[in-house]
T-cell receptor, first 114, second 116 residues
Framework: ELKVEQNPLFLSMQEGKNYTIYCNYS?????LYWYRQDPGKSLESLFV???NGAVKQEGRLMASLDTKARLSTLHITAAVHDLSATYFC????WGGGSNYKLTFGKGTLLTVNP | GAVVSQHPSRVICKSGTSVKIECRSL??????MFWYRQFPKQSLMLMAT?????????EQGVEKDKFLINHASLTLSTLTVTSAHPEDSSFYIC????????????FGQGTRLTVV
């Protein structure tokens, strides 16, 4: 059974600071996803990482993937208040039968303080 | 990205009644749709997987007679919560995929169900 561990679960940081969220997973996968969720809203896709060494950046967020270590990171640079949200990583895999499934981490609640 | 429309966004119903939630893929054919449930401050829990034209596959612990899923076409899946009770109150999210063209998931806006 695929397990996805995300840490930290809670992150309170000051504006302007940098921090990293980690996502470890237990079995081989071909896709790693990062999502953002605002309170009361659905998921917004941030990044899809497809291969070992993949790095993607969008604004103050940068995601990377190390498939050998089964680790993905989401790095936040010079945080601003607008980044406050819950961030989920999810790992894709072919479940029983022919269905491709996503297994989610528990999420990281990020609060950026002025 | 592709657009997935989920309706209604909020619904309040009385205990014992049934509620239907629709998930439509507006600009692509969804060969597979997933239904998730999310409790406050928790992650998404996969409830079931539905493939067009087939019976849904339910995750362990999810009552198939209570959560009826229909995926009659490549653009529409429905989740019906039957005989709803207050403990069914939750945020329900669908996602749509087309595995023939890729594995990216496109999520609906979610439905906040409150059973009173």
């Amino acid at each position: 059974e695929l397990k996805v561990e995300q840490n930290p679960l809670f992150l309170s940081m000051q504006e302007g600071k940098n921090y990293t969220i980690y996502c470890n997973y237990s079995t081989t996968s071909d896709r790693l996803y990062w999502y953002r969720q605002d309170p009361g809203k659905s998921l917004e896709s941030l990044f899809v990482l497809l291969s070992n060494g993949a790095v993607k950046q969008e604004g103050r967020l940068m995601a990377s993937l190390d498939t050998k270590a089964r680790l993905s990171t989401l790095h936040i640079t010079a945080a601003v208040h607008d980044l406050s949200a819950t961030y989920f990583c999810a790992v894709g895999g072919w479940g029983g039968g022919s269905n491709y499934k996503l297994t989610f981490g528990k999420g990281t609640l990020l609060t950026v303080n002025p | 990205g592709a657009v997935v429309s989920q309706h209604p966004s909020r619904v309040i119903c009385k205990s014992g009644t049934s509620v239907k939630i629709e998930c439509r893929s507006l600009d692509f054919q969804a060969t597979t749709m997933f239904w998730y449930r999310q409790f406050p401050k928790q992650s998404l829990m996969l409830m079931a997987t539905s493939n067009e034209g087939s019976k849904a596959t339910y995750e362990q612990g999810v009552e198939k007679d209570k959560f009826l899923i229909n995926h009659a076409s490549l653009t529409l899946s429905t989740l019906t919560v039957t005989s709803a009770h207050p403990e069914d109150s939750s945020f329900y999210i669908c996602s749509a995929h087309n595995h023939r063209v890729g594995t990216e998931a496109f999520f609906g806006q979610g439905t906040r169900l409150t059973v009173v």
